[in-house]
Nanobody, 124 residues
């Protein structure tokens, strides 16, 4: 089992950048594919980005492609989400998640472990 703790959220202005971090417990972090999801008020949770176990493959939602970058450091048991050119529409609670299977997934139901979330608010 892995425990996930997100950090790095906050209040920023449109056009600013933020880097979210997700620290994982346990010695087997490199066995998990990782993903970032977000949930805005009144909306369903949606996929943002995913990265495979080694970090060699990534995938992004169309809404963030070119602005967000997911990466991981298996030596530090941490996955990151670099968010640039933030827009008010990016305002949401951001969650990281881990899945035990090989490969990437955009489906939240294929992730086994979730963090508690970190709030990102982008003002116009």
């Amino acid at each position: 089992q892995v425990q996930l703790v997100e950090s790095g959220g906050g209040l920023v202005q449109a056009g600013d950048s933020l880097r979210l971090s997700c620290a994982a417990s346990g010695p087997t972090f490199s066995r998990y594919g990782m993903g970032w999801f977000r949930q805005a008020p009144g909306k369903e949770r949606e996929f943002v980005a995913a990265i495979n176990r080694s970090g060699a493959s990534t995938y992004y939602a169309d809404s963030v492609k070119g602005r967000f970058t997911i990466s991981r450091d298996n030596g530090k048991n941490t996955v990151y989400l670099q968010m640039n050119s933030l827009e008010p529409e990016d305002t949401a609670v951001y969650y990281c998640a881990a899945r035990q299977y090989y490969g990437l997934s955009v489906n939240e139901y294929e992730y086994h472990y979730w963090g508690q979330g970190t709030q990102v608010t982008v003002s116009s």
